[in-house]
């Protein structure tokens, strides 16, 4: 089945730019999603289709994708962002939705 | 605005059996795929089940095919999941969400504690 690999956790200072990486063979090829899930929060929608934001989601959010590596950048870090992020893509091979690990985003 | 609510969690032996609902409102439910979508405690999020707008696709997630129904009624804007032969790894927070043909969910429940115990 299709895996998709994040880094545990990413630290960044307040003001600078965070990138969260997601891993998978040929993910260029798919549409990715990442998700932000803060603590006793359920996941909300920052980024779908590898790039468009949800309407209410802030332009600090974006995403890019190609070749093997999928990435969610946040611009402009604030402490309200420190949460866990998750990437997803729909493996149409398997027909199933398949998480990354997720990565906790520190803000120091 | 949309709202997903789920209900029907609790505490279960293993073998035993449960049944999760999803109140949705806010949007036309017969129109969008729902998914049902788990988290074990301290951990990440793992894809459980996916059911088409008219109920006639369903794909499950192999850790739970066999075990696990998914099914919807369109006239009670309801979602579904019924769990049978539970076991202590089905233990989680599982949320009800809105999903789109290419395959993210937009929208989430607030979750419902699904524990697994003797």
């Known amino acids: 089945s299709y895996v998709l690999t994040q880094p545990p956790s990413v630290s960044v200072a307040p003001g600078q730019t965070a990138r969260i990486t997601c891993g998978g063979n040929n993910i260029g090829s798919k549409s990715v999603h990442w998700y932000q899930q803060k603590p006793g929060q359920a996941p909300v929608l920052v980024v779908y289709d590898d790039s468009d934001r949800p309407s209410g989601i802030p332009e600090r959010f974006s995403g890019s994708n190609s070749g093997n590596t999928a990435t969610l950048t946040i611009s402009r870090v604030e402490a309200g962002d420190e949460a866990d992020y998750y990437c997803?893509?729909?493996?149409?091979?398997?027909?199933?939705?398949?998480f990354g690990g997720g990565t906790k985003l520190t803000v120091l | 605005q949309v709202q997903l609510v789920e209900s029907g969690g609790g505490l279960v032996k293993p073998g035993g059996s449960l049944r999760l609902s999803c109140a949705a409102s806010?949007?036309?439910?017969?129109?969008?795929?729902m998914s049902w979508i788990r988290q074990a405690p301290g951990k990440g999020l793992e894809w459980v089940s996916y059911?088409?707008?008219?109920?006639?696709?369903?794909y499950y997630a192999d850790s739970v095919k066999g075990r696990f129904t998914i099914s919807r009624d369109n006239a009670k804007n309801s979602l579904y999941l019924q769990m049978n032969s539970l076991r202590a790894e089905d233990t989680a927070v599982y949320y009800c969400?809105?999903?789109?043909?290419?395959?993210?969910?937009?929208?989430w429940g607030q979750g419902t504690l699904v524990t697994v115990s003797s």
């Open positions: 969400a809105r999903s789109v043909s290419s395959g993210y969910s937009d929208y």
């Open positions: 997803q893509v729909w493996d149409s091979s398997s027909d199933h939705q398949v």
């Open positions: 806010g949007f036309t439910f017969s129109d969008y795929y």
């Open positions: 059911i088409s707008s008219s109920g006639s696709t369903i």
